[in-house]
């Protein structure tokens, strides 16, 4: 059964740090594409980074461009989120996401989510 | 980056009847490298559909995609009680991917 958990949220004051992880098992994590994906309170969803197979290409959204990285260890079967300069607008469930294909758009749809780890930014 | 515009924001039926949801983008999405999620409350998004039209594994088949270019359409031909739920598009066939803003699907 292929899983993705979560964990590293938390609060944390505005313009300080966080690390999401994501473990991944029941699939070959070095085969595929990965992503995050947020949701604010009672908000829809926002993509916010992808990463293919081995690093190679990434990508990121507007809103977290420059504060945010993205990188995964395929030997420990993880994925992570740096988050620097946290806002208040970066409050949100973030869900770790799997990709359909080995590379970012490429035509790969992004297809088995986690249960997503709470990141709040207040003072 | 590419906007996608759901509509309507929230459908009001009924169990058995047909729903209609529609996804617009401002410019033309890449190779129809569309799909659509269901959301509830509570839950991860689950895939639909993929590719703007085919179904995702063990996705029932009274939910159908259909479009192309810059106008996609998620049917539902036979509203069960589990499928009243939020449902978005998410484009990803260029960078930044894009989600459309939801529709709500609710009990009328």
């Known amino acids: 059964e292929v899983q993705l958990v979560e964990s590293g949220g938390g609060l944390v004051q505005p313009g300080r740090s966080l690390r999401l992880s994501c473990a991944v098992s029941g699939f070959t994590f070095g085969d595929y594409a990965m992503h995050w994906v947020r949701q604010a309170p009672g908000k829809g969803l926002e993509w916010v980074s992808g990463i293919n197979w081995n690093s190679g290409t990434i990508a990121y959204g507007d809103s977290v461009k420059g504060r945010f990285t993205i990188s995964r260890d395929n030997a420990k079967n993880s994925l992570y989120l740096q988050m620097n300069s946290l806002r208040a607008e970066d409050t949100a469930l973030y869900y770790c996401a799997k990709d359909t294909h080995y590379d970012i758009l490429t035509g790969g749809s992004v297809d088995v989510w986690g249960e997503g780890t709470t990141v709040t930014v207040s003072s | 980056e590419i906007v996608l515009t759901q509509s309507p924001g929230t459908l009001s039926l009924s169990p058995g009847e047909r729903a209609t949801l529609s996804c617009r983008a401002s410019q033309s999405v890449s190779s129809s490298y569309l799909a659509w999620y269901q959301q509830k409350p509570g839950q991860a998004p689950r895939l639909l559909i993929y590719l703007a039209s085919s179904r995702a594994t063990g996705i029932p088949d009274r939910f159908s995609g259909s479009g192309s270019g810059t106008d996609f359409t998620l049917a539902i031909s036979r509203l069960e009680p589990e499928d009243f739920a939020v449902y978005y598009c998410?484009?990803?066939?260029?960078?930044?991917?894009?989600f459309g803003q939801g529709t709500k699907l609710e009990i009328k």
């Open positions: 998410l484009q990803y066939g260029s960078s930044p991917y894009t």
